[in-house]
Nanobody, 121 residues
Framework: QVQLVESGGGLVQAGGSLRLSCAAS????????MGWYRQAPGKQRDIVAT???????TYADSVKGRFTISRDKAKNTVYLQMNSLKPEDTAVYYC???????????????WGKGTLVTVSS
């Protein structure tokens, strides 16, 4: 059974930093794009950053220059380094990945359960 497990959330003061991790576990044949999304209370889930299997990255305008996404292919893990955090970054952060679970099959969307990031002013 394929799972994505996030870690690294918590409470931090404005201006501080946090590093989120998300590891894929289980039996699978490959991972394509991995990414981070976030959902603030009462709002929709929005994309934060993505990284392809070729290490091409994209960022939401609101986090450019402050957040960095990276991945360790050997560990099937994606990271999100968050610096200069602001109260508006407060949200549940979700990991997402395209994972191939069968030979010849297509990549399917998997989500983690989320990790809460709270930034105090």
């Amino acid at each position: 059974q394929v799972q994505l497990v996030e870690s690294g959330g918590g409470l931090v003061q404005a201006g501080g930093s946090l590093r989120l991790s998300c590891a894929a576990s289980g039996f699978f044949f490959g991972i394509s794009t991995m990414g981070w999304y976030r959902q603030a209370p009462g709002k929709q889930r929005d994309i934060v950053a993505t990284i392809t299997s070729g290490d091409t990255t994209t960022y939401a305008d609101s986090v450019k220059g402050r957040f960095t996404i990276s991945r360790d292919k050997a560990k099937n893990t994606v990271y999100l380094q968050m610096n200069s955090l602001k109260p508006e970054d407060t949200a549940v952060y979700y990991c997402n990945a395209g994972i191939k679970t069968s030979i010849g099959g297509r990549y399917m969307d998997f989500w983690g359960k989320g990790t809460l990031v709270t930034v105090s002013s």
